[in-house]
């Protein structure tokens, strides 16, 4: 006897479909009477679900309700007006639609051959992107996954750029040992990109830092290549950052960029987070003489609304990084055309989904100028908030605002006192906000960049973390502990 599995037509999928539409706009209608992050415990979401897998089909009617009853209560809610933690990862109506669209022509677009219409776009859209940033055309652009694939590629590219190309196909054994140089404020995917690349943790150097913006100090830079130069080592890059991760750390890219022109080194500048905010030319300080950079990253999927994930690697030249990762067995030949480009020559991943239509969407539905509104929003908002903090003799500013984010403390608090208060203040369920460590000590990270955010959200905040400041009061419970139905149609 054999068992007819269930399929699902076309008919339900748009049935299903427009059920899943009308679920998900009420899951984001609902969300600010949530608590940000899942009052939980480990395992307790993998305990709704069998051990073992169905042996048979049983179609997917119904499924809304399991997505009740077992996802939503073990969700941190990122989209959620008062998630002012880490940097957002924006998912806005026009971008996941975008990606609906996406799923649904499921196109794999590692050749030119293998969708033209992705590849082609994709091109187009990065131009838009540049055009936005006010990059020079000079600069050309690809979609990576994510800002540490663009760091990963950029390294690659520093190794093998210095090795005379000679490390992919000799290997690095027997080769000069490489030096990569960056401040402490980079993030840590350049430390994972060098563990990858082969180069090793102990030859990423790490500059001191200076003023304001703890940006690199370019007098001891110089001096670390000459002293490497001197002990035998073979400098090949630096990684400067715009808006680091930890306090919004930006180099003196004047500086630092010529100090790789001179001494020949490739240049990559890590501006995941704040380089998105270069659409709103009066941020355009923060990055002043990107002009002269290898190479830069910045995430749409962070702060522009375009669904994770989306990451823009600017190029001055490709030549370098399509010689350092293309691979063209025959299958991966197109063969009887001109004028085309194979992005899977330019990325670590061969295959590639259609992310350019997120970015296509977002553009279509906002403008520039509905992005950049969001932008000076959050900015004025979060600053406005420093400021509030700072009339209290209970806080202390640590670091002042780069754009949205600024670090504070409580004044006399130790580190576990300062744990102590951002536990208190997340399990409260009102906000979510992380901690950090700057100067030797640890401080509350707070950055606005949820696009639901309003500015009813930032007071409220600031009210949360006043009430909540008090040194040594136990973590209270969730006041949000219910977790609303969502409307299954």
Known sequence: MTTETPRLDWDQFARLGADIAAWGAEYHRTLSSRPVRAPLVPGQVAGTFPLAPPEDGEGIDGILADLDDKVVPGLTHWQHPRFFAYFPANATPPSMLADFVAAILAQQGMLWQTSPAGTEIETR????LRQGLGLPETFQGVIQDSASGATLAAIL????RALDWAGNRQGLPGQARIRIYASDEV?????RAIWIAGIGAENLVRIP???PLRAMDPDALRAQIAADRAAGYL???IVACVGGTGTGACDDLTQVLAIARDEGLYSHVDAAWAGAAMICPEFRDLWAGIEGADSLVLNPHKWMGVQFDFSAHF???PEPLVRTLAIQPEYLKTHGKDGFVNYSE?????GRRFRALKLWFVLKAYGLNGLRAVMRDHVRWSQALAEDLRADPRFEIVTEPVLSLFTFGLKGADDAAMIDYVTRVNDDGRIYVTQGRTGGRIVVRFQVGTFACREEDVRLAGAVLKELAEVGLPPRTSRLRGFPPLRNP
């Open 125 to 128: 859209m990065m131009d838009w």
């Open 157 to 160: 590219v520093m190794r093998e």
């Open 187 to 191: 993030h840590t995917s350049v430390d």
């Open 209 to 211: 830092t200076r003023g």
């Open 235 to 237: 400098p090949a890059g």
């Open 315 to 317: 190029l001055r030249d």
């Open 346 to 350: 330019w990325s670590v991943p061969l």
